[in-house]
C-alpha cells in the first residue's frame, strides 16, 4: 500500500541552487497536486495536473516548474531556491476527472526544505 | 474567489473534553466541505466530507454539518483522546473544479 510517495523527505539547500522533489502515485488517479504548507498560512496549491500531460498553476507558482512524467509521476523543480521557498511540501493525488468535483485527495509524507 | 477561515490554535484541551473546530468559508454555488486532519510527521488525511447542504459527515466520533445559511462547517467531536492531538483542516471544492481551498489549519493538543 504505496499510495504517494514523495522523495526525499528532508533536503537543504543553498540559496541559487537547484532542486527537483520527485512525487509518485501507484493509484492509477488522474489529478496530481503540489502543495506547499507554511505555519499559520495552511496548504497553498503551487501547481496541479489534471490529467496526464496537463499542468495548470495554482495559487503560489512563482519560483517553481513543474513536469507530469507520466500518469504516476509529477515532479516540482526549484530552479534557483530562495529562502522564501523554505516550506513543508506536500504531493497530492485524486482521482477525480477534469470539471468534476474533487471527493478525495491522497496526501505524500512530505518533504521538509530549508534555503539557507 | 474560495477561501476557508478557521479558528487559530492552538486549542488545548483535557482528555475526554468536548472539541469544536469553527470554520467558514466563501464560495460561490455549492461546493463540497471536508476536513483533513495532520498527525505528527505525516501527509493529511481526509477525515469527513459533505457534499450538499445539510449534510452530515461523520468519522471516528468526529462530526461536522454542512450549513448553507451561516456557510460553516464547524468539526465537533463529544470526547476527544490524546490520540486525537493533530492538525485539523477545513477545505472546501467546487462542484466543477478539481481543486480543493484549505483553511490555515487548527493544531489541537490533548493532555492526558
Known amino acids: 500500500n504505496a499510495g504517494v510517495t514523495q522523495t526525499p523527505k528532508f533536503q537543504v539547500l543553498k540559496t541559487g541552487q537547484s532542486m527537483t522533489l520527485q512525487c509518485a502515485q501507484d493509484m492509477n488517479h488522474n489529478s496530481m497536486y503540489w502543495y506547499r504548507q507554511d505555519p499559520g498560512m495552511g496548504l497553498r496549491l503551487i501547481y496541479y495536473?489534471?490529467?496526464?500531460?496537463?499542468?495548470d498553476k495554482g495559487e503560489v507558482p512563482n519560483g517553481y516548474n513543474v513536469s507530469r512524467l507520466n500518469k504516476r509521476e509529477f515532479s516540482l523543480r526549484l530552479e534557483s531556491a530562495a529562502p522564501s521557498q523554505t516550506s513543508v511540501y506536500f504531493c497530492a493525488s485524486s482521482e477525480a476527472l477534469p470539471g468534476f468535483p474533487n471527493e478525495k485527495l491522497f496526501f505524500g509524507s512530505g518533504t521538509q526544505l530549508s534555503v539557507l | 474567489g474560495n477561501s476557508v477561515t478557521q479558528m487559530e490554535g492552538p486549542v488545548t484541551l483535557s482528555e475526554e473534553a468536548f472539541l469544536t473546530i469553527n470554520c467558514t468559508y466563501t464560495a460561490t454555488g455549492y461546493p463540497s466541505l471536508f476536513w483533513y486532519v495532520q498527525y505528527p510527521g505525516e501527509g493529511l488525511q481526509l477525515l469527513l466530507k459533505?457534499?450538499?447542504?445539510?449534510d452530515k459527515g461523520s468519522n471516528k466520533g468526529f462530526e461536522a454539518t454542512y450549513r448553507k445559511e451561516t456557510t460553516s462547517f464547524h468539526l465537533e467531536k463529544g470526547s476527544v483522546q490524546v490520540s486525537d492531538s493533530a492538525v485539523y483542516f477545513c477545505a472546501l471544492s467546487k462542484a466543477a473544479g478539481n481543486k480543493l481551498t484549505f483553511g490555515g489549519g487548527t493544531r489541537v493538543l490533548v493532555k492526558p
Open positions: 459533505a457534499t450538499k447542504a445539510d
Open positions: 495536473s489534471a490529467s496526464e500531460g496537463t499542468t
